[in-house]
């Protein structure tokens, strides 16, 4: 019965990293397409790997959804994306200046003037 138990638990645990690692790759891939210029594609990987990804990377995926949606001269989304990295606390100050460039693109100068 042990044996049954702990054979069981063995397979549990391998399946478990194996779907971790599938996870881990998705993220790898979109981090190549966005490095690769393929913005729009790296968009739908980031939102699909955000639920499984650890706490501590969710903002760095937030901020690389907005910089592709800037990159593919999507002002509004990229503003949106942006806004929740830094609810997140993205810790690169690169996202202020970012953020407050798609405010400006979207033609929201004060909003863009008060970003901090």
Not at 53 to 77: M, S, T
């Amino acid at each position: 019965m042990r044996t049954i138990r702990f054979t069981g638990l063995i397979i549990l645990l391998t399946l478990i990293s194996v779907s971790v690692q599938g996870q881990k790759n998705k993220a790898l891939k979109a981090y190549a397409m966005f490095d690769a210029g393929a913005y729009a594609d790296a968009i739908d990987q980031f939102k699909g790997v955000y639920d499984v990804i650890p706490k501590e990377q969710k903002a760095d995926v937030l901020f690389h959804i907005g910089e592709a949606y800037r990159r593919i001269d999507d002002p509004k989304n990229a503003a949106v994306w942006f806004k929740k990295a830094i609810a997140k606390n993205y810790s690169n100050p690169i996202v202020y200046l970012r953020y407050g460039q798609v405010l400006k693109m979207n033609e929201k100068y004060r909003c863009a003037r008060h970003v901090s």
